[in-house]
């Protein structure tokens, strides 16, 4: 099956800065990529997502970028506020066309940003 | 958008006794259901896939005569832990995929805390 790895566990930026989360997956036949935010005790929101045939996606601060061919793909965040603080996580698929399709999840990442 | 909705919130149960939580699609027909389960700081983790109207999935090492998973309409699945031990503490959360391009969404968890 699918296994998605997700680097690093944890990040620390200063307001402003940066925030780059990476993540690989093992099943050349996923298409699906999406990204979730989560905040303590939610549910996990979806921010970004991205399908194989598209290399990058933007939506005002977030960006996700997606190598097929080395099975990689990352989630960028500019300007950071202390908003953004969350654990994200990453996720792959098959996407059936059928709209019913199983995620696989990365381990997370806490992100902390620091005014 | 598509909305899930999940209940109870929160539930505290003695050990030994059952609890069933609800996952309600609300606005779309969700002809796929999955249950997560997700520990203190770590990653959702796949316990098992319902599609009305058939048996769940269960995933490797999830007992299904402990956590019993009823899809029985394209708005409704439960999810029953039977004889709960504190061991099954945790928060769960469902998911829930549709046709017509309805996207994967996830309910708003339920904490349980078995004492």
Redesign the interface.
């Known amino acids: 099956g699918e296994n998605v790895e997700q680097h690093p566990s944890t990040l620390s930026v200063q307001e402003g800065d940066s925030a780059v989360i990476k993540c690989t997956y093992s099943d050349s036949a996923s298409n699906y990529f999406?990204w979730y935010k989560q905040e303590l005790?939610?549910?996990?929101?979806?921010i970004i997502d991205i399908r194989s045939n598209v290399g990058e996606k933007k939506d005002q601060r977030i960006a996700v970028t997606l190598n097929k061919t080395a099975k990689h793909f990352s989630l960028h965040i500019t300007e950071t506020q202390p908003e953004d603080s969350a654990?994200y996580?990453c996720a792959a698929s098959k996407d059936s066309g059928?709209?019913?399709?199983?995620?696989?999840?990365?381990?997370?990442t806490?992100l902390s940003v620091i005014p | 958008g598509a909305v899930v909705s999940q209940h109870p919130s929160r539930v505290i149960c003695k050990s030994g006794t059952s609890v069933k939580i609800e996952c309600r699609s609300l606005d779309f027909q969700a002809?796929?259901m999955?249950w997560y389960r997700q520990f203190p700081?770590?990653?959702?983790m796949?316990m098992a896939?319902s599609?009305e109207g058939s048996k769940a999935t269960y995933e490797q090492g999830v007992e299904k005569d402990k956590f019993l998973i009823n899809h029985a309409s394209l708005t409704l699945s439960t999810l029953t832990v039977t004889s709960a031990h504190p061991e099954d503490s945790s928060?769960y959360?469902c998911s829930a995929?549709?046709?017509?391009?309805?996207?994967?969404t996830?309910?708003?968890?339920t904490?349980l805390t078995v004492v």
């Open positions: 999406p005790g939610k549910r996990p929101q979806l654990v996580f059928a709209g019913s399709y199983q995620l696989t999840f990365g381990k997370g806490k | 002809t796929t999955f700081k770590k990653s959702l796949l896939t599609n928060f959360i995929t549709g046709t017509g391009g309805y996207g994967y996830f309910g708003s968890g904490r």
